[in-house]
């Protein structure tokens, strides 16, 4: 069965520290998969995708991701991290942009 | 580029009345749209997938009696709970894609209170 783990429910980091938000997923093919972030009164944000091609992604505000086959990850990544920064995280996977599976959240709060 | 909006925001209703829900794509001509239901601290779960002009298609488990979803523009999909009970009470939020792209826009979500 297709299916998405983020395995920490929370993660606290200090401003200006890095951050590594973890995904592994289940999936039968190689998958489409993606990054969301979610703040309070707004919508999912894309803030990466990968289908294809180079396994280190980057996306918006300076987050990037690293595909790996063999681990079965997704790993979402910033160098330092700011109190914006601070929001709900979703990694999803799908066999392409439709029918997509998100995991359960990961919740980012930033020490100042 | 790239909006989808909702509305209303935030909907109590009594038990046994319907609410519908509205979801609009702003900039950009939205052939597929979707709904999903999001539980406190669970991830989102996908309702049904609508595309324009055509029957939604919904996922297992979701009543479609219940849940009726249309379509009927490229800019518009509409989602109407019918006889809201309290289990019903949810965060729902809609998204959309642009014909030939593979990424959902995601709308900020209509809060639902069945009391």
């Known amino acids: 069965a297709q299916s998405v783990t983020q395995p920490d429910i929370h993660i606290t980091v200090s401003e200006g520290a890095s951050l590594e938000l973890r995904c592994n997923y289940s999936y039968g093919a190689t998958p489409y998969l993606f990054w969301y972030v979610q703040s309070p009164g707004q919508g999912l944000q894309l803030l990466l995708k990968?289908?294809?091609?180079?396994?280190l992604v980057q996306g918006i505000k300076g987050f990037e991701a690293e595909f790996k086959r063999s681990q079965s990850s997704f790993n979402l990544r910033k160098p330092s991290v700011h109190w914006s920064d601070a929001a709900e995280y979703f990694c999803a996977v799908g066999p392409d942009g439709d029918k997509i599976i998100f995991g359960k959240g990961t919740r980012l709060h930033i020490l100042p | 580029g790239a909006v989808v909006s909702q509305h209303p925001s935030r909907v109590i209703c009594k038990s046994g009345t319907s609410v519908k829900i509205e979801c609009r794509s702003l900039?950009?001509?939205?052939?597929?749209m979707f709904w999903y239901r999001q539980f406190p601290k669970k991830s989102l779960m996908l309702m049904a997938t609508?595309?324009?002009?055509?029957?939604?298609?919904?996922e297992q488990g979701v009543e479609k009696d219940k849940f009726l979803i249309n379509h009927a523009s490229l800019t518009l999909s509409t989602l109407t709970v019918t006889s809201a009970h309290p289990e019903d009470s949810s965060f729902y939020i809609c998204?959309?894609?642009?014909?030939?792209?593979?990424?959902?826009?995601f709308g900020p979500g209509t809060r639902l209170t069945v009391l």
């Open positions: 990968y289908f294809s091609g180079d396994t």
């Open positions: 609508s595309n324009e002009g055509s029957k939604a298609t919904y």
């Open positions: 998204s959309a894609r642009e014909q030939g792209t593979s990424t959902q826009y």
């Open positions: 900039d950009f001509q939205a052939t597929t």
